[in-house]
């Protein structure tokens, strides 16, 4: 009796000094700086504003 046949080597796993996960990782940063300046901007979620603003104050003298 003979053991049985062995199932192929697994794929290498890419290092991180390969050009794929170079780009991938750059291209990552890139996309995460991006989203950090939109997020900053904006001041509202998506459903508009948590409390309803304060209109009722009356008339007021700006810059006094």
């Known amino acids: 009796m003979s053991p049985p046949a062995l199932p192929p080597a697994p ?4 290092s991180y000094a390969d050009d794929s996960v170079k ?3 750059d291209e990552q940063k890139k996309r995460a700086q991006a989203m950090a300046g939109y997020a900053s901007t904006i001041a509202t979620s998506g459903t508009g504003l948590a409390t309803p603003a304060s209109t009722t104050a009356g008339k007021q003298l700006l810059g006094a």
């Open 11 to 14: 794929d290498p796993v890419p």
């Open 23 to 25: 780009k991938a990782r």
